[in-house]
């Protein structure tokens, strides 16, 4: 089994609101990420976690705020979003974070409105 | 800092053509390369993962390869189809620095193969 599987497949939410996108993976992956990717661009990188502990936060803005709790499930809450932040999130995970294959899963599309 | 090229930015051929797809990347100091294949709004799909020490590999109609210290590598499809119509997206993992171990992403070649 090498699945990603992220819920919800669509949100739409308003500036206001406070919502949650979660993945899960029962590879026994160690490394989970999550990734953001604009229309037509590349995915970039928001967060890693390596061994449920908060590894590397790319300068993200603090409406968006990523929770480990355990090591198959990456939560990323979200509050007071822009409509800019409108794009596709992607989680992934990997054995490690280093010299393994990442695996992704199919991504929440977010419309913020 | 790592910046990754994929080129051409897309492609369009007749089903059964055989066709190669680039990448190159400015630093080699890499664990591995990963290509993908991503379908419109769709999340990405693991092709071929090459590690920094092999020069290729393969998996049905999919080959690449990796030279490492001219910072390139080509995926190869064979007999294409149009169910291979997607964006194809490279990626390295760097070995150094602050985002040691994290992939970097090519823009991606958007391949569309006509029946």
């Known amino acids: 089994d090498t699945e990603v599987t992220q819920t919800p497949k669509h949100l739409v939410m308003g500036m206001t609101n406070k919502k949650s996108l979660k993945c899960e993976q029962h590879?026994?992956?160690?490394?989970m990420y999550w990734y953001k990717q604009k229309a037509k661009k590349p995915p970039e990188l928001m967060f890693v976690?390596?061994?449920?502990?908060?590894?590397i936060n790319e300068s993200v803005p603090s409406r968006f705020s990523p929770e480990c709790p355990n090591s198959s499930l990456l939560n990323l809450h979200l509050h007071a979003l822009q409509p800019e932040d409108s794009a596709l999130y992607l989680c992934?995970?990997?054995?490690?974070?280093?010299?393994?294959?990442?695996?992704f899963g199919q991504g929440t599309r977010l419309t913020v409105v | 800092k790592q910046e990754v090229t994929q080129i051409p930015a897309a492609l369009s051929v007749p089903e059964g053509e055989n066709l190669v797809l680039n990448c190159s990347f400015t630093?080699?100091?890499?664990?591995?390369l990963q290509w993908f294949r991503q379908d419109p709004g769709k999340g990405l799909t693991s092709l071929l993962l090459?590690?920094?020490?092999?020069r290729e590999q393969t998996s049905g109609r999919l080959n690449a390869s990796l030279d490492k210290s001219s910072g390139r590598s080509t995926l190869y499809i064979a007999a294409s189809q149009p169910g291979d119509s997607a964006t194809y997206l490279c990626?390295?993992?760097?070995?150094?620095?602050?985002?040691?171990?994290?992939?970097?992403f090519g823009k991606g070649t958007k391949l569309s193969v006509k029946p």
């Open positions: 992934a995970s990997s054995h490690r974070t280093g010299d393994t294959e990442a695996f």
């Open positions: 590879m026994g992956h160690r490394a």
């Open positions: 976690y390596s061994y449920e502990k908060l590894s």
């Open positions: 630093d080699s100091a890499i664990y591995n």
């Open positions: 090459i590690q920094s020490s092999q």
């Open positions: 990626a390295v993992r760097g070995n150094y620095g602050g985002s040691q171990g994290n992939l970097i």
